[in-house]
């Protein structure tokens, strides 16, 4: 409970690791980082001796209802008594130098994680200052360093990004969503005898108005219509459509067609 | 080239997709989205009928000096437009509703892009105004939903984040690194028989003190002491600190007994 407006409904997910700002020097970022904690389902924040003190309303303000993750934050003296109570700790680092560490991914960091909170173990991830980044004593408190694989030319994370990409990994780890799916919402994907009913319906016509008249090509012509309505999924829906797109074009055909006898 | 003050040495990337930023409003957005394209190697920006108009001094402001990105930056009228030379359209929807169409996750959209840059097609990505998303005609100018697998009790990305994990995901796409790797640096890792010579230093002087007195006990506890020093890779610099740790260790010890010999 954070005593003010409450925002979104947050809650502790089982064996999510703990995000600690190590030195932050802007509420605004510190908001923007519970937001993108609760995106990716973190919760449990720990604030290292925050520059500006804490708490701070501007931070309120940046965090778009993450209120029960600041509610909730706690504030440490140092690193040292930040991971006191954790198992596992890494710590987010850009360019590593002279340093004997293994050096995780975001994605590999995210899969150990899981592992970690899996086990039953306490895990935390350690975020620098703004500009700085940690420095050697913090990342010496840590098992691994996270470098995130990123454009060389460009790597400008702001703190709040940084997190975002931990977060969102750390939830995808969990995801089981197909890379790619059909959604059909209130329709579905129409069986292979109604898609067969519809070409048997669009040839008929195709017929009928001489556009398959050339009897050598028709079978490949036929076979070539059939391959783009097979190309993807087609719903029960479209196939209503698609009936009714080409009754009325025959329609129209037709009426054209009685009107230039007329004439 | 800008005509500004130039910012990072950036360059487009082949194969990587164009990002269409539809009605966006705020100039910082622009500035940070330009930032989170240029971490993860995108270069090309559209802007569909920016509501303020462009360019916008707050865009290179806010763009972290992913002013090259800002300056090639190119406007439409409409999607219809910013898509018409484009072969693949994917668009950004966090809850799309009464569609029937693909939806990739950001990690399935990211390999098909790689796939589409690799055959030498053109694919854009349409990310919607700030609060209201992509319209019902704007997705209808797709050929998939991108949807970010994320916490259903709190989605709420801003523009930038969004361009961020999409451009995060790209790169990832086309990147090698492990997952986890020992980062060695000046070092490297040690063979298994520095490794032996130390532990036969460290059993040496462990029977040397008493440590290993107890003869039943003596092979489990070595074997202890050998899966310990197993369990992650050491490198030939923390094996010289080592057997310096136990060199002093033990000269202290052998010191401290003639003194108590002597008193």
Wanted: glycine residues 10%.
């Amino acid at each position: 409970m954070t005593g003010r407006d409450g925002g979104a409904e947050l809650t502790p997910i089982a064996g999510a690791p703990v995000v600690i700002l190590v030195r932050p020097q802007l509420a605004d970022n510190i908001g923007a980082c519970a937001r993108a904690m609760a995106n990716g389902g973190l919760f449990h924040l720990r604030l290292v001796a925050p520059r500006d003190g804490w708490p701070q309303e501007k931070a309120w303000r940046n965090a778009s209802g993450a209120d029960r993750i600041l509610g909730a934050a706690t504030v440490f003296a140092s690193v040292a008594d930040a991971v006191a109570d954790l198992h596992r700790v890494f710590a987010t680092c850009p360019r590593p130098r002279h340093i004997v560490k293994p050096v995780l991914t975001a994605r590999g960091a995210a899969v150990e994680l899981r592992e970690i909170g899996a086990r039953g173990l306490r895990a935390g991830v350690l975020f620098g200052p703004e500009r700085a980044g940690l420095d050697n004593d913090d990342m010496a408190q840590a098992d691994a360093l996270v470098r995130y694989p990123l454009n060389p030319a460009f790597m400008s994370l702001n703190l709040a990004q940084a997190v975002m990409v931990l977060a969102y990994e750390w939830w995808t780890a969990g995801d089981g969503t197909p890379p790619r799916e059909l959604m059909t919402n209130e329709t579905q994907v129409a069986t292979k005898a109604e898609l067969e009913n519809f070409l048997t319906h669009l040839v008929d016509q195709l017929d009928a108005c001489g556009f398959l008249r050339n009897l050598p090509k028709r079978p490949g012509m036929v076979r070539n219509i059939r391959h783009f309505f097979q190309r993807g999924e087609v719903t029960e829906q479209e196939l209503r459509t698609l009936h009714g797109i080409v009754t009325e074009l025959a329609v129209g055909r037709r009426q054209m067609g009685r009107l230039e006898d007329a004439e």
